[in-house]
């Protein structure tokens, strides 16, 4: 009998030091408030993320947590993310820093080049620029590192183009930023190549249900696919993992050609549905990162009051999304917009005009945008140079409608620190 009740103790003895020292691990509640580093004022709405899920703060920028968790992070549109570890119980302020990034685009190519990476980097010491949106799957699907995803799918061993993966690219990730720069992850989702080749079973088919390839010679994949979505959220997943600040989605819709075939109808609803929803399962898988989650969508979307075809209206992308970011390039709008049929001679219109709309429409504030401008020379009008006028135009445009920042796009990744802003 002793011998049992030694044994009882010990083993009651042991359970309450696990106890202890889980106690010691975790915080049982918290509650907190997240401000405004500069105003301190409270920000309304903030995510703010935890082991036990994701919460928005209310009206006076206060959360409570009743679960257990050790650390919590924080993001808001507008702001630098944040985190924060917990060593008591005691209410927390949590102090997010205003930041507007303001990028140009490092193709797969160009992050790998380091001629134009560190080009691109310079910019930050002599313009606004302060950010960069860097290829983690590029329209040729090829990834600037070695992906587990694309190697487990198969899509490494179709890649019709080959780069030598960057060695160490998280570390490469973090001297940038140690200089103090925004990091996009851009990954292009359903036009891709290498994937339907390694599974034509969930390729886009045309009338005749072959395999249907757009005017470059490239294949998409079905974007009812859900396989299609997992393959890219794993993608996604490592970008996050790496230390990007934010995954932005591209290529996000249908195919803009008729008389193809999906796996479902290709009407409206279903077009629309499936588009909010792989955003919505991105949000979710992307939770624990606490990165932000963006979509580019075509500058048309925010006229339009249809999907434009492709599944993006954009009433519907505010509650998935982060940031909506439409492509707002001047020779985009082949077809003019009301009142301004030749878009390349006013640039800055057709940023003002279009973002206005699409305030309009969403009812959104204008930071929860972040424009793509156009800094590459006109191809559908009188193939003008894009200079520091017509550049600066635009991101004046985008600035006085309140956007989070802007991004350029050049495809050479070719930059000029005279036609950037200064500031």
Same mark, same amino acid.
């Given at each position: ?277 792989? !955003? #919505? %399962?991105? *949000? ?7 990165? =932000?989650? @963006? /979509?580019? $969508? ?74 793509? !401008? #156009? %800094?590459? *020379? ?7 140079? =894009?200079? @520091? /006028?017509? $550049? ?32």
């Amino acid at each position: 009998m002793n011998m049992t009740r030694l044994l009882m103790r010990r083993t009651l003895l042991a359970a309450l030091a696990v106890m202890a020292q889980l106690i010691s691990q975790a915080v049982l509640a918290v509650s907190g408030v997240v401000i405004d580093q500069d105003t301190l004022k409270p920000i309304a709405g903030a995510l703010v993320t935890t082991s036990a899920g994701v919460i928005r703060t209310d009206d006076d920028g206060r959360f409570d947590i009743a679960q257990a968790v050790t650390g919590i992070a924080v993001r808001a549109p507008g702001y630098l993310r944040a985190e924060v570890k917990l060593s008591g119980d005691d209410p927390v302020t949590l102090a997010l820093t205003p930041f507007r990034p303001k990028a140009v685009y490092l193709s797969v190519y160009g992050i790998h080049s380091e001629s134009l990476r560190n080009e691109a980097v310079d910019l930050a010491q002599h313009t606004a620029i302060n950010a960069l949106v860097i290829d983690v799957k590029g329209d040729r699907g090829i990834t600037p590192y070695r992906s587990q995803a694309r190697d487990a799918i198969g899509a490494t061993a179709r890649l019709s183009q080959r780069l030598p993966p960057i060695a160490d690219f998280p570390a490469l990730l973090a001297s940038l930023h140690a200089m103090h720069l925004y990091l996009i992850a851009r990954i292009v989702v359903f036009k891709d190549d290498p994937l339907a080749e390694a599974h034509p079973e969930w390729s886009v088919r045309d009338a005749q249900g072959k395999p249907w390839r757009d005017r470059e010679g490239l294949q998409w994949m079905d974007p009812f696919s859900h396989k299609v979505w997992d393959h890219n959220l794993d993608i996604a997943e490592e970008a996050a993992r790496m230390g990007f600040d934010e995954i932005q989605f591209d290529y996000v819709r249908f195919p803009d050609r008729r008389g193809l075939r999906f796996a479902s109808p290709n009407n409206q609803a279903n077009r629309t549905a499936a588009i909010v929803a792989f !955003l #919505q %399962a991105a *949000r979710g898988r992307l939770a624990p990162y606490n990165v =932000f989650v @963006a /979509a580019d $969508i075509f500058g048309y979307v925010c006229w339009n009051q249809n999907d434009t075809g492709i599944g993006q209206e954009i009433e519907t992308l505010g509650a998935p999304l982060d940031y909506i970011s439409p492509m707002l390039y001047p020779s985009g709008f082949t077809w003019g917009v009301p009142g301004l049929s030749d878009p390349v001679t006013a640039p800055g219109q057709i940023v003002g005009r279009t973002l206005t709309q699409a305030l309009l429409r969403t009812r959104l504030p204008g930071v929860r945008f972040r424009p793509w !401008l #156009q %800094a590459f *020379r006109d191809y559908a009008f009188d193939h003008r140079n =894009f200079d @520091a /006028a017509a $550049i600066q135009a635009q991101t004046h445009a985008a600035d006085t409608n309140g956007t989070d920042g802007w991004m350029l796009w050049n495809p050479h990744n070719l930059y000029t620190a005279g036609d950037l802003p200064s500031h």
